[in-house]
């Protein structure tokens, strides 16, 4: 099993950014949040699934 964190991803359920982590076993994967637990599963959609939560740190605004 792997797991590796996407950068920049927030949680939909709890809101909290970098706790979503990717997670590989074998031909399944699926998203985990450490925060809450939620899970996403990703067999459908991997790629478009990831992408639609992961936006590049670079790209977002400063904190004000
Ligand atoms: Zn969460």
Do not use: N
């Not at 997670?23 to 809450?36: F, H, N, Y």
């Amino acid at each position: 099993m792997k797991r590796q964190f996407i950068a920049g991803a927030t949680c939909p359920e709890c809101g909290q950014m970098d706790k979503i982590q990717r997670i590989i076993d074998g031909d399944r994967q699926w998203m985990e949040c450490v925060s809450c637990g939620a899970k996403k599963d990703l067999d459908e959609k991997p790629a478009e699934a990831i992408d639609a939560l992961a936006q590049p740190v670079s790209l977002q605004s400063p904190k004000k």
